[in-house]
């Protein structure tokens, strides 16, 4: 923690939830050149609505929040150095806020900032719509300003919008791997940033547009967008990760990026008594009263944002910002309330290997639009707590199978708990049995039991198992459906008392996060079915482990942890 005589890092913004809650703008306090600020701020607040009846000025219309982010961005500078501050911004805000408007607005007057000539600037939107929403609203900015028209020409047919003077230009596209064609902008303006996690190379786009900021004109980013609709992945989970660090201090001493994140405390996120009070919702809405109406919102959560589990989960993403992840609504499974607080961070399986005195393994597979995973459950040997540790494997064709999970699938693949194969049969079913003979090998695997198995997608596996000197009575056939309900129900209470911990691993967080239940009679079950395309495997192969160590296993052979510690002497 920071004294209070020493500096906070660049940008840090500790009281963020204090300044939400006072309507204050969640952003740390930024050095301003005076004199830019007036000149942007007066620019900026003439501009006119084009879509509002009798068309009110920004200096009307805009709330105080975006003009604090305008001002920062655009003329935030040491006072010593006179060199730019803000390189970057991230703005998260709910829907509604008049977003795309403003965003619009910011930039004609970064346009009409710049002062470098022949430059180019880019205004880009992840869709067609969003794209030609942000040029209709700035091109209609100018043509209700007789005095704009003379600065600024328009031009439909290309999106473009130049300044006479300089030549510079505001281009607006939408969003794809070629947008830049060689070109540096000096600006980038990037609308609902959220939805570029869904595109397969946005990364490689967002490196070849920060390679303006090396440049000597350098290369601001503003990205300003929404929560996503769908568990963060891919840029802007890395974004939004990066964001909140620096807003908390913890991402070094000279950030380049000004973090604006509306959003409620994480542990208030999942505190769904506190996010269903309606009295709470104010303070995220910087724009309540102007572009949003209170009634109106409550009502459409009424009517349409609370009619199901389903439609909540995005409802409440979208207008209240709340991250889609791990324990969020009534058909989770009860076990990933208590999954977070489980985890062992730096526990891997060679300590799961050393300090257990017994082992199962369970797996589970499926098609070429499926992972295989395995998971590996040790019961440590001094405190009878079970460990587990988890790995998969999936085709590379599920990324053109599963499109929507893809980035989330290469970032698993990046962390190396994801292995993407081009024959699974080949690549993954080798490592499953060295794992299961290292297992044998330390003498950590029951006599009989001990290798769990979903029956359906896994004959390669047995056959490759039996190779390698595994008897059939080693491997177990673990029924599906309700008939694994006790270990649905075991793994929760056992997280919760602290009797089951994990590695951490993102890929189980993922899992855990994706699985849902289903009522079956007096069973719950969890199915790759009813969890959608979102996957689980994993945590099934979890569950396989799970029901073989609730038979209280005992280890067949080899050395003991205690002789293998030295402690234990003839």
Known sequence: MTSATEAAPRFACPDWWAKIKAGETPMADVPINEAKAAKALAFFNRLRLPDVPGNPTMKEACGQWFKDILVAFLAGEDPETMERLVWECLCMVPKKNSKSTYTAALGLTALY???????????????????ARCFDQAQGMIRLDDNLKLIFKVQDHLKTITRRKTMTTLEVK????????????????????????KKAGAIQVMQQIRGGGITMNGGQVMMITTQSDKRPAGIWKSELQKARAIRDGKAGESPIMLPVLYEFPEKLQKMESFWRNRENWGCLLPN????????????????????????????VSQHLNIEIGIGLHDDR????????????????????????EVCVVGVDGG??????????LGRHAETKAWQAWAKAWADRDVLQLRKVIAPELEDLAAAGELVLVDNIEAEANPEIVDICSRLKLAGRLPEEDSIGMDPEGVGSIIDELTEAAFRIEDIRSISQGYKLNAAIKIAPVKLKNGSMVHCGQR????????????????????????????????????????????WNPVASGGPSVYEERGLLTV
């Not at 900032?113 to 794209?131: F, T």
């Not at 098609?367 to 590996?376: A, E, K, T, W």
Request: proline letters at 3%; charged letters at 20%; aromatic letters at 6%.
């Open 507 to 550: 890929i189980m967080d993922w899992c855990v996060g994706n699985a849902k239940v289903e009522a079956r009679g007096n069973a719950v079950i969890v199915t790759k079915a009813q969890s959608g395309s979102a996957k689980i495997d994993p945590l099934m192969a979890l569950f396989n482990a799970v029901m073989l160590m609730s």
């Open 113 to 131: 900032m710049c002062e470098i000539p022949n430059a180019q600037m880019l205004l880009i939107g992840p869709s067609q719509n969003i794209s």
């Open 367 to 376: 098609g070429l639009d499926d992972l295989l995973g395995i998971c590996v």
């Open 333 to 356: 499974w009860v076990g990933a309330d208590y999954w977070a607080k489980a985890a062992r961070e730096g526990m891997t399986l060679d300590d799961i290997i050393a300090k257990s």
């Open 288 to 315: 309540l009263g102007r572009s949003i109406s209170r009634q109106r919102l409550e009502d459409d959560y009424t009517n349409n944002g609370s009619i199901s589990p389903e439609v909540e989960q995005v409802w």
């Open 174 to 197: 939408t969003f794809d791997t070629s947008i830049l064609t060689g070109e540096i902008p000096v600006m980038t303006i990037i609308d609902e940033l959220h939805e570029l996690g």
